[in-house]
């Protein structure tokens, strides 16, 4: 809602500044967006008149001006071709910021010293409603009236401010000057000098009109509904001040009828739209549309209306969408002689869906959809009444009113000690009572309970505590002191799982991995590859196509997330997240789907170059090292076997991990032909699924005391063929060396000369150790021998020399 | 000095000062020049020149052997010296084995007098030996000199995404003042969303939040503020109700100041008593830990459908300190949240009863506290994830 000061002011006294008045309203509840100062660039503007016009000495294209700016005379140096002896033109003077941002500076052009600029309408963001015709192609050329010397932002009514009130939905009553002013009249604590039609319950001293009849077919759809029967119609601009505070307020101007209409709407918050009365045949209906019924619009548009849009309409056909905008057969034009103006309260819901779905915001609409206020139709026609004889635009004649419902009046009781203790303010029955005095609200009193009458504008004010907030923000909002809750004490503490989050996440961080955050809805297509096309959820309203569907797998997103940076030369790549993947088990989904949580990661490049070192190969072994080491911190025994049906990542080169024998995800380099899909050269991924791994991580720690016998180290260097599984061979060399043999670990992987093709060599350390004695080496030695004979057997390996 | 003197000092067998002071300047001068002639008494004129023979060979030994000590350089030549003078061949056992040619009465102080060449030796041996250490340690030192400037071996080190650091933080400030974290869906229903929040359908305020849907009936939570519901449908009647709820949230939205997915930190607390000053404490406590101590919070009246009264709240500039910059718009202060008390139908819908109980609730954008506190222009650098932007966290 913008709000012309200038307009305010006549409304209720003002003694804010404008920025002060803003401060006020936000303080107050009532947020200022900005405020908007219309004289802006037109601060060193004033009206000048040319005296002589003469050929620059120096240059063909330009004329040498004197000006008379009331004052003084100046000298301006201009390239304007359109300029006779006597025009009356605007003129920058030096030091101006003009609306188009231009700073008028002193100059010389070819020796001659120019004083300042003579403007044209593009430089002062003018339209063609200023100005002779001649001021098209240069410079702005007033009427000679225009009084020379005279501010140019004054001449064009401009010395005004414009607060824009960003209304909250709970306030469409500022949808109304009267109902601002009240507002700040309530804040300033000064007394509102509305007019008498500002009260909704004043009626209207017209007599019915007998020949018009108005038929409300859905009493849920439209409340009320009034007519204002118009004769002797005189169309013709409004006068200049009415048309300075529509466009102060954003509307623009067209006839002094339609302009009644608009001026009204702003003043009393009730849209208004006028009909030519000569085009109604028989009643006035309101009514749903007939399936596949056609309007033409006021923009010109044939439209087909849907069968709840709520049509205004006489016997025959539509003459408007009610609330929305009015047809083009019934349309004021300049022949109008009749006019029946409408006032009447349409349900929100049904105006709001007309106005989304054919895309036609309005003011009349906004209002229609915050909800106006019934109760006050008719005051709005008087006032109309006031505005066509003071404009001498008509007479009005006779009007209808028809009610169908109304919505009940209120009286909510407030509390002081209720208000004191839910504020926690000590309050006193005075204190209050002086808020709902400055409020202008009706009420009794007693034991300091307040029985409080509600205006028809308020229609937010339902319960006390709607009250307390308007003693609160009326008493000031900084009055509330600062205490703590004086309740039982608690103990704030993360559950297990949240626990357990936070660790995953400093533990691919101590990894070295960057966590990264993806949306949660992605393109279909991936997510059907790597996730579930069965089970995702599709969005009705994506924001965009390829933001369809809720995922079901991170994969996606971290590949993105992985092309996007190598494509930018972020070379160095690993990356993961831990996030939420969405589960439908049926379409359209009739309950809440399964939300899982899994950890995901990615990795491609190899870390960066570093004087001392190699650099780190992001390959399957990496990422595998890294998910190793969250078993160790978590407990966690994760078994990795061959993946058995993985067409996404390379049959080599990939695993299935599975806890205690349950699937929880999978890691592998990905397939090289979809590598080159995303751009990502030899890429490895992982998932995990996160509540199979929190239900089995290790809950405490028992400690083990230190063995207090030495160990003694063997290593066992093997050929075997290279399909032969590391882990196989450990596992065997651990069955056999039972419980002396503490540990294997495999410390060289060797293929190449003189290892024959199709052989490795795999190199491991084995430690012996009793926990009761010292070993001796001769049984460390047969039992280093006895589990060489069993993988000698078992694998056909050889020992290698 | 004449060593006749000191043989009498022998006589008078006191063969402990024969090692102190400056007297027996025999064995502890520089040179044999001091040896002199005289008469002794007792001892046989042929005897006393051997004794003077055999000193001045003691004498040069020592004098030979701290010549060579003085120009050895290595360590290892040090032992050699050491075998070639104190070893079982060495010169000066070699002296000790000539004593047998001496008298009975000369014999111990011959004897006394190579051990006491030894035991000088030895020490003399000692401090070469730390020179020589010293030296050899500042040769190292000297050559082992490195370029400290070069970067050192790198650790790997990840960064957590900055929405999970200043959520964390939030949590853990919650934590401290005894909130508990609660969590819902983010796929929610209506009901949870909207209705059971006190916006029936069509409410004008379901405007406010552009909503994506998946049926009529479900749809991407737009708020953390079900959360609400869900909690206390969850423990009423127990009571006192504090919580916090963190996560994602969803809007129909995309700009610089926008993002169609983000987060969200709710906050709830319900009991027997709780007032507005008690919202305005704890918000001010919060403000303080995350923005500083010197912040002060100012509350402005607003509009949630769950509220009532509601309130905007405004934390001072954590730039400014409050006089005014391009951050705060020059007004001083910054909005961070929306709160207010909770709106008695909300309390009933949560199952309990507003006669008796009362409770406040806040709601806060991650992202913008993120982008305040880290300075951050645009939130799309937040969900675009490059590394060069994450890896400064």
């Known amino acids: 809602m913008k709000v012309s000061l200038e307009w305010l002011n006549q409304l209720v006294d003002i003694d804010q500044s404008a920025e002060e008045l803003a401060e006020t309203l936000t303080r107050g509840g009532i947020e200022v967006e900005d405020v908007e100062n219309l004289n802006k660039g037109f601060e060193k503007v004033v009206i000048g008149e040319i005296i002589s016009l003469t050929k620059h000495p120096d240059a063909d294209r330009l004329l040498v001006c004197v000006v008379n700016v009331g004052q003084e005379e100046i000298t301006i140096v201009t390239g304007a071709q359109n300029l006779l002896n006597g025009d009356r033109i605007p003129v920058a003077l030096v030091g101006a910021t003009l609306p188009n941002d231009l700073s008028i500076r002193k100059s010389k052009l070819r020796g001659v010293v120019s004083q300042g600029m003579l403007c044209s309408r593009e430089e002062l963001l003018l339209d063609d409603t200023v100005g002779l015709d001649r001021s098209a192609d240069g410079i702005l050329i007033l009427p000679s009236t225009a009084p020379i010397g005279e501010n140019f932002g004054h001449y064009l009514g401009r010395e005004d401010s414009v607060l824009d009130l960003e209304l909250y939905p709970n306030r469409p009553d500022c949808l109304a000057m009267v109902n601002v002013a009240r507002e700040v009249a309530s804040l300033t604590r000064k007394k509102p000098h509305l007019p008498k039609w500002a009260e909704p319950d004043q009626v209207l001293s017209l007599p019915i009109a007998s020949d018009l009849r108005i038929v409300i077919e859905d009493n849920d759809l439209c409340w009320r509904y009034a007519g204002l029967v118009v004769e002797d119609v005189h169309i013709e601009p409004s006068p200049e001040w009415m048309q300075r505070r529509l466009k102060a307020a954003g509307v623009r101007p067209i006839n002094n009828i339609v302009d009644i209409t608009n001026y009204v709407m702003l003043e009393m918050g009730q849209p208004l739209h006028a009909f030519d009365r000569d085009k109604i045949e028989g009643d006035v209906h309101v009514r749903p549309a007939y399936p596949g019924e056609q309007l033409v619009t006021l923009d010109g548009v044939e439209r087909t209306l849907h069968k709840d849009a709520l049509l205004i309409a006489d016997d025959r056909q539509a003459l408007g969408l009610a609330g929305v905008m009015g047809g083009l057969n019934s349309e004021v034009t300049k022949d109008t002689r009749r006019l029946m103006i409408e006032a009447a309260h349409f349900a929100p819901v049904s105006i709001r869906r007309t106005s989304r779905r054919l895309g036609l915001r309005s003011e009349a609409s906004n209002r229609f959809e915050k909800g106006i206020n019934a109760y006050g139709i008719a005051a709005s026609l008087g006032r109309v009444c006031d505005l066509l004889q003071d404009l001498k635009a008509g007479r009005p004649v006779s009007f209808v009113d028809e009610i169908k419902n109304l919505p009940t009046r209120r009286q909510v009781i407030l509390s002081t000690e209720h208000t004191s203790t839910v504020l926690g303010i000590e309050l006193g029955v005075s204190e209050i009572q002086q808020v709902i005095e400055d409020l202008n609200f009706e009420y009794k009193e007693s034991d300091g309970l307040f029985q409080v009458e509600i205006p028809t504008y308020r229609s937010d004010l339902e319960i006390e505590e709607d009250l307390m907030e308007e003693v609160a923000r009326l008493i000031g909002y900084d009055r509330i002191p600062t205490t703590l809750p004086q309740g039982d004490q608690t103990q704030g503490r993360r559950t297990p799982e949240q626990e357990f989050r936070r660790r995953l996440r400093k533990t691919f961080t101590q990894s070295g991995m960057d966590e990264v955050m993806t949306y949660t809805f992605t393109r279909a297509e991936s997510d059907a590859q790597w996730g579930s096309a069965k089970h995702s959820i599709p969005l009705l309203n994506p924001l965009r196509e390829e933001l369809g569907v809720m995922r079901t797998t991170l994969i996606p997103g971290l590949l993105d997330v992985a092309a996007r940076n190598v494509a930018r030369r972020n070379m160095d790549v690993s990356i993961f997240e831990i996030g939420n993947t969405y589960w439908g088990d049926e379409h359209p989904l009739q309950k809440l789907p399964r939300e899982e949580l899994r950890a995901a990661g990615v990795a491609v490049g190899k870390s960066e170059r570093h004087w001392l070192e190699q650099p780190v190969s992001y390959d399957f072994y990496y990422l595998k090292g890294i998910l190793e080491g969250l078993a160790l911190e978590f407990g966690l025994k994760l078994e990795y076997r061959v993946a058995e049906s993985q067409s996404l990542l390379h049959p080599g080169r990939s695993a299935d991990i599975y806890v205690q024998n349950q699937y929880v995800g999978f890691l592998g380099e990905i397939h090289p032909s979809l590598g080159k899909e995303w751009g990502l050269d030899r890429a490895v991924v992982f998932e995990l699924e996160l509540a199979p791994l929190f239900a089995r991580i290790r809950q405490t720690v028992r400690a083990h005391s230190i063995p207090r016998f030495p160990a003694i180290q063997r290593d066992m260097a093997l050929v075997v063929a290279v399909e032969t599984s590391a882990e196989a061979v450990m596992a065997k060399m651990k069955k056999l060396g039972g419980d002396l043999l503490q540990q294997v670990e495999i410390f060289d992987v060797y293929t190449g000369n003189p290892i024959p093709a199709g052989y490795k060599s795999l190199a491991f350390s084995l430690r012996y150790q009793s926990l009761e004695r010292t070993l001796t080496d001769e049984e460390v030695n047969l039992l280093n021998s006895r589990i060489l004979e069993g993988i000698q057997q078992e694998f056909g390996a050889e020992r290698r020399k | ?393």
């Open chain 2, 1 to 393: 000095m004449w060593l006749i003197t000191k043989l009498g000092w022998y006589r008078e067998n006191r063969l402990s000062s024969l090692s102190r002071g400056g007297s027996f300047c025999v064995l502890s001068g520089t040179s044999g020049a001091s040896v002199g002639q005289g008469t002794c008494p007792l001892v046989p004129e042929k005897d006393l020149e051997r004794v003077i023979c055999l000193k001045s060979e003691i004498l040069r030994i020592r004098e030979e052997a701290l010549r060579e000590l003085s120009e050895l350089d290595r360590p290892e030549a040090l032992q050699e010296l050491k075998v070639k003078v104190l070893g079982k061949k060495g010169s000066l056992t070699a002296m000790l084995r000539q004593m047998g040619s001496l008298s009975p009465e000369e014999r111990p102080i011959m004897g006394q007098v190579v051990n006491e060449v030894r035991s000088q030796l030895e020490q003399a041996w000692e401090k070469r030996s730390a020179e020589l250490e010293r030296i050899a340690l500042e040769q190292r030192l000297a050559t082992e000199r490195i370029d400290i400037t070069l970067p050192g071996i790198r650790v790997p080190r990840g960064h957590y995404h900055p929405l999970t650091q200043v959520i964390e933080e939030i949590e853990d400030i919650f934590l401290g003042m005894g909130f508990q974290i609660a969590e819902g869906p983010e796929i929610e229903s209506d009901y949870y969303n909207f209705e059971a929040l006190n916006l029936p359908k069509e409410h004008p305020a379901r405007e406010m939040q552009d909503s994506f849907y998946i049926t009529e009936e479900i749809l991407l939570r737009t708020q953390t503020s079900p959360v609400q519901i869900r909690t206390m449908e969850k423990l009423h009647p127990q009571l006192p109700v504090k919580i916090i709820a963190p996560g994602k949230v969803y809007r129909n939205d995309d700009d610089a100041t926008h993002s169609p997915m983000f987060h969200q930190v709710e906050g709830l607390v319900v009991d027997r008593g709780i007032r507005m000053s008690d919202l305005k404490g704890i918000l001010l406590n919060f403000s303080r830990e995350m923005f500083g101590e010197s912040r002060e919070i100012r509350l402005r009246p607003s509009f949630f459908p769950f509220t009532e009264p509601s309130a905007e709240v405004d934390v001072s500039c954590m730039l400014c300190g409050g006089s005014g910059c391009r951050l705060c718009k020059g007004t001083g202060w910054i909005e961070i949240l929306g709160s207010g008390m909770v709106h008695p139908k909300v309390l009933e819908m949560g199952g309990y009863n507003p006669q008796e109980v009362t409770g406040f609730a806040f709601g806060m954008g991650v992202e913008r506290i993120a982008m305040l506190k880290f300075g951050i222009e645009d939130m799309r650098l937040l969900f675009d994830n490059d590394l060069r932007f994450l890896q400064q966290f």
